[in-house]
């Protein structure tokens, strides 16, 4: 490293950072789909190409906290495709941590190692998992009672000679860049719109010969082309939903452990393609409404099982074109919305009177959770309580011409 200029060094980390904080991604992906049971048979063989590919690059530009992390994370994932290691779900915790760790490294200000303090711990923790798992081995009763299983760890073979799965290229732009390019191609229209104005001009004071037929032609095909290239250039804007449905797999699963609660988040739709400008605004009002659906809509464990219900609830977020339009639906399987609280909090604030409540329809009393500090949340807590979710949700929707809608059945 000792040869390259600083210039050149932050150009090496940029890209470093880059492919890391992807992989990264991928890797809680695949954490969460094999803890949810929902993971195909190569997730686990990703997971170890994931950190070995880390483990590698780290090493490369210099970050040797981060390398010692991802081998031991490797060795990890490497005992589990020999079948040496089982994954509970405390050595999902233990990854997680160390993902985290990596990438609030990365994705600093100014990118830097994981600290040494940090990286011992963590590596004690992932030592922890490998020698559990031998002492598991010689005393299986033991280890046994402590574990709580993957639902459906996929079957890897050892060994791995068939090519790895082609992943899609990508190449990271700035939008700033796409928008100049979309801007041209703009450019390059309105000039197509002149040339062909002018063509009757020089048709009236010039005889239709074969090269103004040839210059005719070629006019033609240019304004295919340059069409052609505003629809792509358009199409550089668009990424799948699915690029923020993914974002939300790992607060909903800290959010339903912090309230002792089960969640089955189940994601359908997520090809459905948008402007990257308003997937990244769409963002937060949907995180408020899974906040709310976790907090609010799901009831305990114990209390679905009273129900009938199975123990972990479940939240759909499901994507689709309707029209010109695209429609994002956000549910859960909970207790639903109680219309008779949202009359009493909107009385109790001073929206409506006892009359007016009395004599609200039960879709309009739905329509009372959007306004402005209105909850029914019996206490106030970190995630919601205030009456602010809802509302904000829908400010921001509307601020992007778009709507909200509310539907609820009693008992979910």
Do not use: W
């Given at each position: 490293?000792?040869?390259?200029?600083?210039?050149e060094?932050?150009?090496?980390?940029?890209?470093?950072?880059?492919?890391?904080?992807?992989?990264?991604?991928?890797?809680?992906?695949?954490?969460?789909?094999?803890?949810?049971?929902?993971?195909?048979?190569?997730?686990?063989?990703?997971?170890?190409?994931?950190?070995?590919?880390?483990?590698?690059?780290?090493?490369?530009?210099?970050?040797?906290?981060?390398?010692?992390?991802?081998?031991k994370?490797?060795?990890?994932?490497?005992?589990?495709?020999?079948?040496?290691?089982?994954?509970?779900?405390?050595?999902?915790?233990?990854?997680?941590?160390?993902?985290?760790?990596?990438?609030?490294?990365?994705?600093?200000?100014?990118?830097?190692?994981?600290?040494?303090?940090?990286t011992?711990?963590?590596?004690?923790?992932?030592?922890?998992?490998?020698?559990?798992?031998?002492?598991?081995?010689?005393?299986?009763?033991?280890?046994?009672?402590?574990?709580?299983?993957?639902?459906?760890?996929?079957?890897?073979?050892?060994?791995?000679?068939e090519?790895?799965?082609?992943?899609?290229?990508?190449?990271?732009?700035?939008?700033?860049?796409?928008?100049?390019?979309?801007?041209?191609?703009?450019?390059?229209?309105?000039?197509?719109?002149?040339?062909?104005?002018?063509?009757?001009?020089?048709?009236?004071?010039?005889?239709?010969?074969?090269?103004?037929d040839?210059?005719?032609?070629?006019?033609?095909?240019?304004?295919?082309?340059?069409?052609?290239?505003?629809k792509?250039v358009?199409?550089?804007?668009?990424?799948?939903?699915?690029?923020?449905?993914?974002?939300?797999?790992?607060?909903?699963?800290?959010?339903?452990?912090?309230?002792?609660?089960?969640?089955?988040?189940?994601?359908?739709?997520?090809?459905?393609?948008?402007?990257?400008?308003?997937?990244?605004?769409?963002?937060?009002?949907?995180?408020?409404?899974?906040?709310?659906?976790?907090?609010?809509?799901?009831?305990?464990?114990?209390?679905?099982q009273?129900?009938?219900?199975?123990?972990?609830?479940?939240?759909?977020?499901?994507?689709?074109?309707?029209?010109?339009?695209?429609?994002?639906?956000?549910?859960?399987?909970?207790?639903?919305?109680?219309?008779?609280?949202?009359?009493?909090?909107a009385?109790?604030?001073?929206?409506?009177?006892?009359?007016?409540?009395?004599?609200?329809?039960?879709?309009?009393?739905?329509?009372?959770?959007?306004?402005?500090?209105?909850?029914?949340?019996?206490?106030?807590?970190?995630?919601?309580?205030?009456?602010?979710?809802a509302?904000?949700?829908?400010?921001?929707?509307?601020?992007?011409?778009?709507?909200?809608?509310?539907?609820?059945?009693?008992?979910?």
């Amino acid at each position: 490293m000792d040869d390259l200029t600083k210039a050149e060094l932050d150009q090496l980390l940029a890209v470093f950072r880059d492919q890391s904080l992807q992989i990264l991604e991928e890797m809680s992906h695949d954490l969460l789909a094999l803890e949810a049971s929902r993971a195909d048979g190569d997730a686990m063989t990703r997971l170890r190409r994931g950190a070995h590919t880390i483990k590698g690059d780290s090493a490369c530009v210099g970050l040797d906290q981060t390398t010692q992390l991802a081998h031991k994370v490797e060795d990890v994932f490497d005992g589990v495709l020999c079948g040496e290691i089982k994954f509970d779900r405390q050595s999902v915790n233990v990854i997680f941590k160390v993902l985290d760790a990596i990438k609030a490294a990365l994705d600093s200000a100014e990118i830097c190692d994981v600290d040494v303090e940090s990286t011992d711990a963590l590596i004690a923790d992932l030592t922890a998992i490998l020698v559990c798992n031998d002492v598991a081995a010689e005393q299986p009763g033991k280890r046994d009672s402590k574990l709580l299983s993957l639902p459906a760890q996929p079957s890897v073979p050892v060994q791995v000679e068939e090519p790895a799965k082609q992943r899609r290229g990508f190449v990271r732009v700035e939008a700033s860049k796409i928008d100049t390019l979309l801007n041209l191609a703009g450019e390059m229209v309105i000039a197509r719109s002149v040339m062909s104005q002018l063509r009757p001009e020089i048709e009236s004071v010039m005889d239709v010969t074969d090269m103004i037929d040839r210059v005719n032609v070629a006019s033609n095909q240019m304004g295919r082309l340059i069409a052609e290239l505003q629809k792509s250039v358009l199409k550089m804007r668009m990424v799948t939903i699915d690029h923020v449905f993914r974002r939300f797999a790992r607060p909903m699963r800290e959010m339903a452990t912090d309230l002792g609660k089960e969640v089955d988040l189940q994601i359908s739709g997520g090809e459905t393609e948008l402007d990257r400008a308003l997937v990244d605004i769409i963002s937060e009002p949907l995180l408020h409404l899974l906040r709310n659906a976790v907090d609010h809509g799901l009831e305990t464990k114990e209390e679905r099982q009273k129900s009938g219900k199975p123990p972990a609830g479940r939240i759909a977020m499901r994507a689709y074109h309707e029209g010109n339009q695209v429609v994002v639906e956000v549910s859960d399987d909970g207790r639903g919305i109680e219309r008779a609280a949202l009359k009493k909090g909107a009385i109790e604030s001073g929206y409506l009177t006892k009359d007016e409540a009395d004599g609200l329809a039960d879709e309009d009393a739905l329509e009372l959770i959007f306004l402005q500090g209105l909850s029914t949340a019996r206490e106030v807590t970190q995630l919601s309580g205030r009456g602010i979710g809802a509302s904000a949700v829908k400010a921001a929707i509307e601020q992007l011409r778009g709507s909200v809608a509310v539907k609820s059945e009693p008992g979910g």
